[in-house]
């Protein structure tokens, strides 16, 4: 689908609409491809399970970092305690 | 591929040598001391990540300049076992009520200074609900009337 085709069903602007489908490209939920002087997009199919492995990598570094802390802090509290 | 995503989930488990009350109490009034720096959404990045401790409660960023960025709310409160929030965040990383998963996170005490931490993040299919409306949009010229109005509805979500 172009981007001039999918501009013409919409009451907002064709660099609106490019504007919204540069933000999911980015996100990788849509691909496009040029084709002449047009871009042409469709959706990555592959878009939720790049998101989800966005989110393990996340939760994985956040717990990381939290079991750091939750440990260091509660053996300093317990020295002080001693 | 509503079928394919309806069970995507991320799932951890750790244990941290400490006990729960502690674990609890780190993971919750001390979020902003643990979250990474990288993981935000707002303009600054210099931010504090706060999670308010009741239910209903905000779970936010406010950048060094007072700017707040909504990242979920609490949807259940058991201290020291049990949390619940929701993950309002969407595909391009802005405040998104519509495309809201959940992440329980639940604190296991093992022993007196042993305690499992289980995290889900679950319902990532909401955002394959998107994903497959976009599909619909895409893909299908002849539905183009019938898509229309849920098209308006993510462009509009979306700006």
């Given at each position: 689908m172009a981007v001039g085709e999918l501009a013409d069903?919409?009451?907002?602007?064709r660099p609106a609409v490019s504007q919204h489908l540069r933000v999911l490209s980015d996100a990788r939920l849509v691909l496009h491809k040029r084709e002449g002087t047009h871009n042409v997009y469709r959706l990555n199919p592959e878009g939720i399970a790049i998101l989800r492995e966005y989110l393990d990598t996340m939760w994985s570094r956040a717990l990381h970092d939290f079991k750091a802390l939750a440990e260091s802090s509660y053996h300093r509290a317990r020295k002080e305690k001693s | 591929m509503t079928t394919e995503v309806q069970d995507i989930l991320v799932r951890k488990s750790l244990v941290v040598n400490a006990p729960v009350a502690h674990v609890f109490a780190v993971f919750t009034?001390?979020?902003?001391?643990?979250?990474?720096?990288?993981?935000?959404?707002?303009?600054?990045?210099?931010f504090a990540a706060i999670l308010e401790p009741?239910?209903?409660?905000r779970w936010f960023e406010r950048g060094d300049d007072g700017s707040e960025c909504t990242w979920g709310h609490v949807l259940a409160w058991e201290p020291p076992n049990r949390i619940v929030l929701s993950w309002e965040i969407n595909a391009d990383w802005k405040h998104d009520p519509s495309v809201a998963s959940e992440v329980e996170i639940r604190f296991i005490s093992d022993s007196k200074e042993r305690t499992r931490v289980e995290l889900e993040h679950r319902r990532l299919d909401r955002y394959g609900d998107k994903a497959e409306m976009m599909r619909a949009i895409f893909d299908s010229e002849g539905a183009w009337a019938g898509t229309l109005a849920a098209l308006a509805k993510v462009v509009h979500e979306m700006s």
């Amino acid at each position: 689908m172009a981007v001039g085709e999918l501009a013409d069903y919409f009451p907002i602007s064709r660099p609106a609409v490019s504007q919204h489908l540069r933000v999911l490209s980015d996100a990788r939920l849509v691909l496009h491809k040029r084709e002449g002087t047009h871009n042409v997009y469709r959706l990555n199919p592959e878009g939720i399970a790049i998101l989800r492995e966005y989110l393990d990598t996340m939760w994985s570094r956040a717990l990381h970092d939290f079991k750091a802390l939750a440990e260091s802090s509660y053996h300093r509290a317990r020295k002080e305690k001693s | 591929m509503t079928t394919e995503v309806q069970d995507i989930l991320v799932r951890k488990s750790l244990v941290v040598n400490a006990p729960v009350a502690h674990v609890f109490a780190v993971f919750t009034e001390h979020h902003n001391a643990w979250w990474p720096r990288e993981h935000h959404i707002g303009k600054r990045n210099d931010f504090a990540a706060i999670l308010e401790p009741k239910i209903g409660g905000r779970w936010f960023e406010r950048g060094d300049d007072g700017s707040e960025c909504t990242w979920g709310h609490v949807l259940a409160w058991e201290p020291p076992n049990r949390i619940v929030l929701s993950w309002e965040i969407n595909a391009d990383w802005k405040h998104d009520p519509s495309v809201a998963s959940e992440v329980e996170i639940r604190f296991i005490s093992d022993s007196k200074e042993r305690t499992r931490v289980e995290l889900e993040h679950r319902r990532l299919d909401r955002y394959g609900d998107k994903a497959e409306m976009m599909r619909a949009i895409f893909d299908s010229e002849g539905a183009w009337a019938g898509t229309l109005a849920a098209l308006a509805k993510v462009v509009h979500e979306m700006s």
